[in-house]
T-cell receptor, first 113, second 117 residues
Framework: KAGVTQTPRYLIKTRGQQVTLSCSPI?????VSWYQQTPGQGLQFLFE???????NKGNFPGRFSGRQFSNSRSEMNVSTLELGDSALYLC????????????FGQGTRLTVV | DQQVKQNSPSLSVQEGRISILNCDYT??????FLWYKKYPAEGPTFLIS?????DKNEDGRFTVFLNKSAKHLSLHIVPSQPGDSAVYFC????????????????FGTGTLLAVQP
């Protein structure tokens, strides 16, 4: 059974640009959550998608958005990138809305210069 | 406002001894607690969890203790092995509408465990 796949693994963008990250959950999993990991803040919840609908949202500005497709794959988008957006972005997949355990991908390392 | 706190950034333990990682939380609505382990360049891996209706859960070398009145939980690893060296994250979730916790996990900042051979 394939795990959670995130692409790309590494990305360098310039301040002001926008970026799209992709996450393919474990087959059969319908919930995808996104987290931002920075050295000082640990992992912070961005949002969760289930059945193509955003179900939960963290405390991030509107520049951070996401969507989920009918095959449960999810994308997150960050517009007007700032230097502080440099982080490891992690995607987690779960079977449904009730958490048993979330399986994480390896993450996308975004560097904004 | 850090709702889940891991006050020890690092911990060093001798191989074979007990490792105790601590976590405190402030939100009394948290209903479900999890521990994750993370190696560099990898995503977090689930270790063990505990529901708020329990005070202890064991899985092999890993035991999690929950003290709801103190809003404190701890992870015990016995015996510690060099392969346990990683960053350990405590996470918490509120009760959901579907019979379990939600997928919105609130994480602590992590504790780097180093197990010395």
């Amino acid at each position: 059974k394939a795990g959670v796949t995130q692409t790309p693994r590494y990305l360098i963008k310039t301040r002001g640009q926008q970026v799209t990250l992709s996450c393919s959950p474990i087959s059969g999993h319908r919930s995808v959550s996104w987290y931002q990991q920075t050295p000082g803040q640990g992992l912070q919840f961005l949002f969760e998608y289930f059945s193509e609908t955003q179900r939960n949202k963290g405390n991030f500005p509107g520049r951070f958005s996401g969507r989920q497709f009918s095959n449960s794959r999810s994308e997150m988008n960050v517009s007007t990138l700032e230097l502080g957006d440099s982080a490891l972005y992690l995607c987690a997949s779960s079977p449904g809305l009730a958490n048993t355990e979330a399986f994480f991908g390896q993450g996308t390392r975004l560097t904004v210069v | 406002d850090q709702q889940v706190k891991q006050n020890s950034p690092s911990l060093s333990v001798q191989e074979g001894r007990i490792s105790i990682l601590n976590c405190d939380y402030t939100n009394s609505m948290f209903d479900y607690f999890l521990w994750y382990k993370k190696y560099p360049a990898e995503g977090p891996t689930f270790l063990i969890s505990i529901s708020s209706i329990k005070d202890k859960n064991e899985d092999g070398r890993f035991t999690v203790f929950l003290n709801k009145s103190a809003k404190h939980l701890s992870l015990h690893i016995v015996p510690s092995q060099p392969g346990d060296s990683a960053v350990y994250f405590c996470a918490a979730s509120e009760a959901g509408n579907y019979g379990g916790a939600t997928n919105k996990l609130i994480f602590g900042t992590g504790t780097l465990l180093a197990v010395q051979p």
